[in-house]
C-alpha cells in the first residue's frame, strides 16, 4: 500500500474559515473555563465552610462529595452526568448545560479543599481579637476568615482555571463547541491533522502560560507577607 502523499502547509491555518473557527472555540472554551470557575468557586466554598465549622450532617455531605469528585477521573463524570442524570431525572440535559455542570463539580471539589486550607490558615489570634470587639460568627466569616482566606488561594485559583482549561477538552466527547471540539471538525472536514493539532496546542499554551507564570508570581508575593 502506497504512502499518501502529505505535505505539511502551515499558511493553511491562517486563511479561510479554519482560524475563524479555532479563535471561536478558544472564546467559548473561556467563557465555560470563567463560569465553570465562579460556579465551582460558590461550591467549593460552602463545602469548606460547612467543614470547617463541622456542621452536622453538611459536613459529612460535602466530605463525600469533595473525595467522589477528587478521586474519580473528569471524563467518567462528565459522561456520567450526561448520559445517567437525563435517566435519573426525567430531563435531558442540553450538552452545555451538561458540561458545565460537570466542570463544576470537578473544580468546586477541588476548591473546597483549597478554601478550607485558607481558612485553617487564619490564625486563632484572629479569631480572638474578632471575640474580644463582640463580632457575630458571620461578622467573623464575612470580615475576618474570609477576606485573609481569599488572599492565600489567589495562586490555587489561577491554577484552577488553568485546569479547567485543559479539562474542558474533554467536553469534545459529548459535542460541546470548545476549541478541541472545533479543531476536530476542522480536521475531518480537511484532513489536515498536523496543522491543526499544532495551532490547537498552541493556542492552549498562548492561554495557560501566562495564567501560569500569573499564579506562580502571585504565590511568591504572598510568601514575603
Not at 482560524?19 to 460558590?42: E, H, K
Request: neutral net charge.
Amino acid at each position: 500500500m502506497a504512502a499518501t502523499d502529505y505535505t505539511f502547509d502551515w499558511t493553511y491555518l491562517f486563511t479561510g474559515e479554519a482560524l475563524d473557527a479555532a479563535l471561536g472555540g478558544l472564546a467559548f472554551t473561556a467563557g465555560l473555563s470563567v463560569v465553570s470557575l465562579l460556579a465551582g468557586s460558590v461550591v467549593g466554598l460552602f463545602c469548606a465552610l460547612v467543614r470547617a465549622n463541622n456542621v452536622p450532617v453538611l459536613a459529612q455531605l460535602a466530605y463525600a462529595y469533595t473525595e467522589f469528585f477528587r478521586t474519580t477521573p473528569g471524563l467518567v463524570q462528565l459522561i456520567w452526568i450526561f448520559y445517567a442524570l437525563p435517566i435519573l431525572l426525567g430531563v435531558e440535559l442540553p450538552v452545555i448545560s451538561a458540561g458545565v455542570l460537570a466542570l463544576t463539580l470537578n473544580s468546586g471539589a477541588v476548591l473546597g479543599e483549597v478554601f478550607r486550607a485558607g481558612i485553617t490558615s487564619v490564625g486563632p489570634g484572629q479569631l480572638e481579637a474578632a471575640a474580644v470587639l463582640r463580632f457575630t460568627r458571620l461578622q467573623t466569616i464575612s470580615h475576618v476568615i474570609l477576606p485573609q482566606a481569599f488572599r492565600h488561594v489567589l495562586p490555587a485559583l489561577a491554577t484552577t482555571l488553568i485546569l479547567l482549561i485543559k479539562e474542558s477538552s474533554l467536553l469534545s466527547v459529548i459535542a460541546v463547541p470548545e476549541i478541541t471540539y472545533r479543531a476536530q471538525s476542522i480536521v475531518n472536514a480537511t484532513f489536515r491533522p498536523l496543522e491543526v493539532y499544532t495551532l490547537l496546542a498552541v493556542m492552549y499554551f498562548v492561554v495557560t502560560y501566562p495564567l501560569s507564570m500569573l499564579s506562580g508570581r502571585l504565590e511568591r508575593k504572598l510568601a514575603m507577607v
